[in-house]
C-alpha cells in the first residue's frame, strides 16, 4: 500500500498543541548553543597552535556519534529508544518522503527540528562532562573540544533545516548544502532509508562505512 503523505501530514498538524510556536522553538536552540558557545571560547587564553586540532577532532567525533545515533537509535528498533526511533522513522520519514522533502509552514519545523529540551540535556551529558575531564589536562583544549561539540549540534539542525527548504531558496542553492540536500533525498527514498545516507551535515562516515549512495550519472 502507497504511504499517503497528505493524510499523514494532516494528522499529525491537527495533534501539534496550539501554542507550539516554530520560532521559539529554533530561538531557543540556536540563542543557547551560541550563548554557550560563546562562554566557552571566553574561556581561551593565549592558544597555542597544536590546542586548535581539538575543533576538528571534536567536529570528526561528533560526525561519528551524529552518524552513530541516526543508524542506531533513529533506524534500528531499540526498547531504550522507542521515542527517538518513533519520532524520527515514525514521523520524519512519513512526514517528509523522496520528492516531498520541503516544509510548507513554520509549524512544520516540529518534524524537523529536535525537541527543544535536547540540546540541554546534550549539553549536560556530552558536552559539560567533556569540558571538565579535558579541562583537567588543558583548560584551552577543553573549550575548544566543547565548543566545536555545540557547534556540530547547531550545524546538524542548520543542515537538516536546509535540506527541507524549497529547491529554490537561496541557501538550498549554496555549494555543500546542495550536495547535501540531494544526499538526504536519497536517504528519504523508502527503500534506502534503512541502510544508506545517514549523515546530515558532511558524509564523512558514510563514505568510510560505505553507506554513501549516489544516484548514477544520466
Request: one cysteine or more; charged letters at 15%; a positive charge.
Amino acid at each position: 500500500m502507497a504511504h499517503d503523505v497528505d493524510a499523514f501530514r494532516a494528522r499529525y498538524r491537527a495533534a501539534i498543541h496550539p501554542r507550539y510556536n516554530a520560532w521559539w522553538h529554533g530561538g531557543f536552540v540556536f540563542g543557547l548553543g551560541m550563548a554557550l558557545i560563546a562562554f566557552l571560547l571566553m574561556q581561551l587564553q593565549a592558544v597555542q597552535g597544536w590546542e586548535w586540532l581539538a575543533v576538528p577532532v571534536a567536529l570528526v567525533f561528533f560526525n561519528w556519534g551524529e552518524y552513530t545515533v541516526h543508524l542506531e537509535l533513529g533506524h534500528r528498533k531499540r526498547p531504550w529508544g522507542r521515542l527517538f526511533y518513533q519520532r524520527h522513522t515514525g514521523d520524519h520519514h512519513s512526514f517528509f518522503v523522496q520528492g516531498r522533502m520541503q516544509f510548507e509552514t513554520p509549524q512544520d519545523w516540529r518534524v524537523i527540528f529536535f525537541p527543544a529540551w535536547l540540546i540541554v540535556v546534550y549539553s549536560l551529558l556530552l558536552v559539560l562532562p567533556a569540558y571538565v575531564l579535558l579541562g583537567l589536562l588543558n583548560t584551552n583544549v577543553a573549550a575548544l573540544f566543547a565548543a566545536s561539540l555545540l557547534a556540530g549540534y547547531l550545524s546538524y539542525e542548520f543542515f537538516h533545516a536546509c535540506e527541507h527548504l524549497p529547491p529554490t531558496h537561496p541557501l538550498a542553492r549554496l555549494p555543500g548544502i546542495r550536495q547535501m540536500r540531494e544526499h538526504h533525498d536519497l536517504h528519504h527514498r523508502r527503500d534506502l532509508m534503512q541502510t544508506h545516507n545517514f549523515n546530515i551535515v558532511f558524509p564523512l562516515q558514510d563514505v568510510l562505512r560505505g553507506t554513501r549512495f549516489r544516484e548514477p550519472p544520466a
